[in-house]
């Protein structure tokens, strides 16, 4: 059974990390997005068994928000 995993993070080296780490666990699915706005349209779309999520994530792809 592939556990699926979504990952909520802009920082992309830290994403890279953690993505490196999911690939070599075996049965990981990771789903990878850089803000709140995409990862609840990717939560609307499919169920996650985690999700690992940045505190002070952007509200959208791109935006700098000015408060967390």
Known sequence: ????????????EFAKTVERAAQSTPDCDLTWVGSRDTALAALAGDSFDLVILDRRIPS????????A
Do not use: K, Y
């Open 1 to 12: 059974m592939t556990m699926r995993v979504l990952l909520v993070e802009d920082d992309t």
């Open 60 to 67: 959208a792809d791109g935006v700098l928000d000015d408060h």
